[in-house]
């Protein structure tokens, strides 16, 4: 909250001034959604109801997103990846191959628009091709950056596992699809998070879906957002063995460091996307060496956590578990943020359309700090 204003403001100034703000928007109800439930006390995550883990169990990447798109559950929905339009092509290998794979979704999707009829308002159809084109998209950059050509989408393939056949080149066996299908599962979609909310802010000026997409990329880049896997990945090397792992937690700690993939904004329970993918992490066929350490260094960092925090419960985060899965599965830790912004588009393309069907421009008030009204000098 801010002071209240001086008592020579305006009635108008000083009533905008007097109405509660708050930082970074906490604690602020911004919009409706039926998409999804974060219940942070108990740990519970539900998409339009249902629990996070029965879809991983049960669900493919294709039925949730066809699940938030449109609220059927429809467990045989499929998507393969889809074609990238040669414009987007020629931009892709325009850009340096230095390029960070966010940026190159980014201007990938910005160029898909412009080869696209995107009328508003949005639709499933739209929804669908953005979620199609993006997988292609990122594997033809990751293959051009290698000096490799694309590889064509295979229609025969839904879309996680066409997504991995256009990385590498060749079909994934089936325990490896599976497993990067159930990251894309938790990583669809997670209520008003910031790109989350980028996405609806451009949409509800009816600007097109490929935009709005384009603008969540670019806030889910910053690293406040954009997840800490690949420093997961880091930690856990400097961790080095399970001996040595008190010590070094304990020092980073001393050292005010974070423990990466503990503690959360909304959860105060462990994370159910962590359980779910601890689960899927154990079943992998090509299991990370590190993954038995990251298992044991968990109950160390909780155990030391507890300790130092006992007034505010810090609990493993998806991103703990999603470091393992992503290794497993062959992709390097530089391609990991543009992974997880792939799984989110079922997500950003949800509430597009939400936003769109009970649509009211966001433009919020904003408190003025500034002088009071004066005259130019002479
Ligand atoms: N390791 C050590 N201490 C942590 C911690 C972590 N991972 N997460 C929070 N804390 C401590 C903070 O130091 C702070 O202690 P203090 O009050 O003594 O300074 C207290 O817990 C509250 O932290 P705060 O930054 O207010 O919590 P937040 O809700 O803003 O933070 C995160 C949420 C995710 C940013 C934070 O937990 C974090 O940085 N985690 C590590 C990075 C990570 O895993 N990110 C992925 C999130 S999905």
């Known amino acids: ?87 987007v092509l020629t931009t892709l290998r325009a850009i340096p191959a ?61 879309l996680v596992e066409g997504f991995l056949y256009q990385l590498t080149g060749t079909r994934p066996d089936a325990a490896t699809a599976r497993a990067l299908d159930a990251y894309f599962i938790v990583g669809a979609e997670h209520g008003f998070n910031a790109s989350t909310f980028t996405a609806r802010v451009i949409t509800s ?31 856990l090397a400097k961790v ?6 008190e010590e070094w937690l304990r020092d980073a700690l001393a050292r005010g460091e974070r423990l ?14 962590a359980a779910a993918l601890r689960t899927v992490a154990e079943g992998m066929e090509h299991k990370p060496d590190w993954l038995a350490l990251a298992i044991e260094v968990e109950d160390v960092a909780l155990r030391i956590l507890a300790e130092k925090h006992p007034e505010r419960p810090l609990k493993t985060n998806v991103e703990y578990y999603a470091a393992p899965v992503l290794m497993g599965v062959g992709l390097s830790p530089d391609l990991f943020p543009a992974t997880f912004s792939l799984a989110r588009h079922a997500g950003w393309t949800a509430h597009v359309l939400e936003q769109a069907s009970a649509n009211r421009l966001i433009r919020p008030d904003v408190n003025y700090v500034g002088p009071a009204e004066r005259d130019l000098p002479s």
């Open 1 to 87: 909250m801010t002071d209240s204003p001086p008592e020579d403001k305006p009635a108008a100034e000083a009533d905008q001034a007097s109405r509660p703000y708050s930082p970074g928007l906490e604690g602020v109800i911004a919009g409706e959604t039926s998409l999804s439930y974060i219940d942070g006390a108990q740990g519970r995550l539900l998409y339009r109801g249902f629990r996070i883990g029965d879809l991983v169990a049960h669900g493919t990447y294709p039925a949730v997103a066809n699940l938030l798109w449109t609220g059927e559950w429809d467990p045989g929905h499929r998507l393969p990846t889809g074609p990238v339009p040669e414009p």
């Open 98 to 158: 230095t390029t960070k794979p966010m940026d190159a979704l980014r201007t990938a999707i910005s160029a898909w628009g412009t080869t696209q009829d995107l009328p508003w308002p949005p639709t499933v159809e739209q929804a669908r091709a953005l979620t199609a084109f993006s997988p292609s998209a990122l594997a033809a950059f990751a293959r051009l950056r290698a000096g490799q050509e694309p590889v064509t989408p295979d229609p025969s393939l839904n």
């Open 205 to 235: 000026t009816r600007s097109d879906i490929a935009s709005a997409v384009t603008g969540a990329i670019g806030t889910m880049k910053g690293p406040l957002h954009g997840g800490a896997p690949s420093e997961v990945v880091d930690q």
């Open 240 to 245: 080095g063995s399970r001996e040595h792992a």
């Open 260 to 273: 990466m993939g503990f503690g959360h904004r909304v959860y105060r329970a462990y994370d159910p996307r």
